[in-house]
Nanobody
């Protein structure tokens, strides 16, 4: 019923850019806070960015100034524009949908899209 589908991952060289998309269905998109998380091999999943239903955003320190999260409620889609990519950005990126003020573990997850940044 609820489905989140990520796309846009790939292989890029350091300094390059990618734009990830997450298309949501089966939920009232505008009522949810949307977020991006990532998990590198051998590492725990970590928070990357969040866009609240009202449009305000928050980023983890390591991506501030390089990544931009945005959402189009009419298209039920959230994006992550990633610029100046670094090898340490290599990870599987996951889309998350959660109700406001609720932890991401209580929400929904996509299957992930691989981002690989070569040096």
């Amino acid at each position: 019923q609820v489905q989140l589908v990520e796309s846009g991952g790939g292989l890029v060289q350091a300094g390059g850019s990618l734009r990830l998309s997450c298309a949501a269905s089966g939920l009232t998109f505008s009522s949810y806070a949307m977020g991006w998380f990532r998990q590198a091999p051998g590492k725990e999943r970590e928070f990357v960015a969040t866009s609240r239903s009202g449009g305000n955003t928050y980023y983890t320190d390591s991506v501030k100034g390089r990544f931009t999260i945005s959402r189009d409620n009419a298209k039920n889609t959230v994006y992550l524009q990633m610029n100046s990519l670094k090898p340490e950005d290599t990870a599987v990126y996951y889309c998350n949908a959660r109700l406001p003020s609720r932890p991401p573990e209580t929400g929904y997850w996509g299957q992930g899209t691989q981002v690989t940044v070569s040096s």
